[in-house]
């Protein structure tokens, strides 16, 4: 059973590990430049290391079937049977320069604070060797960004930036919904008329009168403007609202500016118009 699982998870590791890896270099530009993406070369690493250690691992399971067979058929060199653990020792014990407990006497400092005592341990060989690893990554980190100008965080914002100013342009194109005030017109289509009407009686009216004669608002059919005629000024007042204290809020928090702009063109359609109970000109005579 055993058996089963190992080879089901070793099988599906070999077939996974590259797909993985096309995966990834898919999702780049230039998936093989390791210093802009270290990731696939660390997927690769990993693969190869993996397979370099199950084929170890192989000769090592042969290599004691065989011994142990041959203790069965009576061959009688006997090598000892936990070579693998020796070796492991050995490696570990190159890399971190330990001591054993039994030779400890070798290095112990002869001071002692209470009874604590210290040993003289040099600094293990895994530590130093990543430390001096830190500092060739400093160096070429250092001449890469900072003596040779490479991609660095501004360069990369930069880019962004301005990736995302087309992207935003090109959304405008196509978005017709979005307006302001440098790209709104004049609109004349029924359809719009009628939505701006609507807008109009609904947010609007209370105090500009249904037929735009005004009350506590100005009239908005003569020809004279507090805050300037046109398509522009009339939806740049109605997004921002008026004067301060006079009590027309800015819309923009309340309207699409879709809406601003077809209800400011139904506010212009309303121009020349005779409403019910006028209210007097307010501001100057505006001409385009
Ligand atoms: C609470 C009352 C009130 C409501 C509701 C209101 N307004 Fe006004 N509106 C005013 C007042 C008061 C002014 C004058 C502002 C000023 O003098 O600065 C004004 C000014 C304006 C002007 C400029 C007129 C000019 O002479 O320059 C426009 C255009 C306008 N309103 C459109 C609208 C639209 C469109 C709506 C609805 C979305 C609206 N208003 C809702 C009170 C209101």
Same mark, same amino acid.
């Given at each position: 059973?055993?058996?089963?699982?190992?080879?089901?998870?070793?099988?599906?590791?070999?077939?996974?590990?590259?797909?993985?890896?096309?995966?990834?270099?898919?999702?780049?530009?230039?998936?093989?430049?390791?210093? +802009?993406?270290? %990731?696939?070369?660390?997927?690769?690493?990993?693969?190869?290391?993996?397979?370099?250690?199950?084929?170890?691992?192989?000769?090592?399971?042969?290599?004691?079937?065989?011994?142990?067979?041959?203790?069965?058929? *009576?061959?009688?060199?006997?090598?000892?049977?936990?070579?693998?653990?020796?070796?492991?020792?050995?490696?570990?014990?190159?890399?971190?320069?330990?001591?054993?407990?039994?030779? +400890?006497?070798?290095?112990?400092?002869?001071?002692?604070?209470? /009874?604590?005592?210290?040993?003289?341990?040099?600094?293990?060989?895994?530590?130093?060797?990543?430390?001096?690893?830190?500092?060739?990554?400093?160096?070429?980190?250092?001449?890469?960004?900072?003596?040779?100008?490479?991609?660095?965080?501004?360069?990369?914002?930069?880019?962004?930036?301005?990736?995302?100013?087309?992207?935003?342009?090109?959304?405008?194109?196509?978005?017709?919904? %979005?307006?302001?005030?440098?790209?709104?017109?004049? %609109?004349?289509? +029924?359809?719009?008329?009628?939505?701006?009407?609507?807008?109009?009686?609904?947010?609007?009216?209370?105090?500009?009168?249904?037929? /735009?004669?005004?009350?506590? /608002?100005?009239? %908005?059919?003569?020809?004279?403007?507090?805050?300037?005629?046109?398509?522009?000024?009339?939806?740049?007042?109605?997004?921002?609202?008026?004067?301060? /204290?006079?009590?027309?809020?800015?819309?923009?928090?309340?309207?699409?500016?879709?809406?601003?702009?077809?209800?400011?063109?139904?506010?212009?359609?309303?121009? *020349?118009?005779?409403?019910?109970?006028?209210?007097?000109?307010?501001?100057?005579?505006?001409?385009?």
């Amino acid at each position: 059973m055993k058996k089963y699982i190992i080879a089901i998870v070793s099988v599906s590791f070999i077939f996974f590990m590259p797909y993985l890896a096309t995966e990834i270099s898919e999702s780049y530009n230039e998936p093989y430049n390791f210093l +802009e993406n270290p %990731l696939p070369w660390l997927v690769i690493t990993t693969f190869l290391l993996v397979l370099l250690m199950l084929a170890w691992l192989l000769i090592v399971v042969l290599k004691k079937v065989q011994l142990l067979e041959d203790e069965k058929n *009576g061959v009688t060199e006997k090598t000892p049977h936990n070579n693998f653990g020796v070796w492991v020792n050995q490696i570990l014990q190159k890399w971190t320069k330990s001591k054993d407990i039994d030779e +400890e006497e070798e290095i112990i400092l002869d001071h002692n604070y209470d /009874g604590i005592k210290e040993l003289d341990n040099s600094l293990p060989p895994w530590w130093v060797y990543m430390f001096y690893a830190t500092i060739i990554f400093a160096v070429v980190y250092l001449v890469r960004f900072h003596v040779f100008d490479g991609e660095n965080q501004i360069h990369e914002y930069n880019t962004a930036v301005a990736e995302a100013k087309a992207n935003l342009e090109k959304y405008k194109e196509t978005a017709t919904d %979005l307006v302001d005030v440098s790209t709104v017109t004049l %609109l004349t289509d +029924e359809k719009d008329l009628k939505r701006g009407k609507a807008i109009y009686n609904l947010n609007c009216a209370a105090c500009h009168l249904p037929d /735009g004669g005004g009350s506590i /608002g100005p009239n %908005l059919t003569d020809e004279n403007w507090i805050l300037g005629g046109g398509i522009k000024n009339i939806f740049t007042t109605v997004s921002n609202g008026g004067r301060d /204290g006079k009590g027309m809020v800015a819309w923009d928090k309340i309207l699409k500016p879709i809406d601003i702009a077809k209800v400011s063109s139904y506010i212009v359609s309303l121009q *020349g118009t005779t409403p019910a109970n006028p209210k007097k000109p307010e501001g100057d005579i505006w001409k385009e």
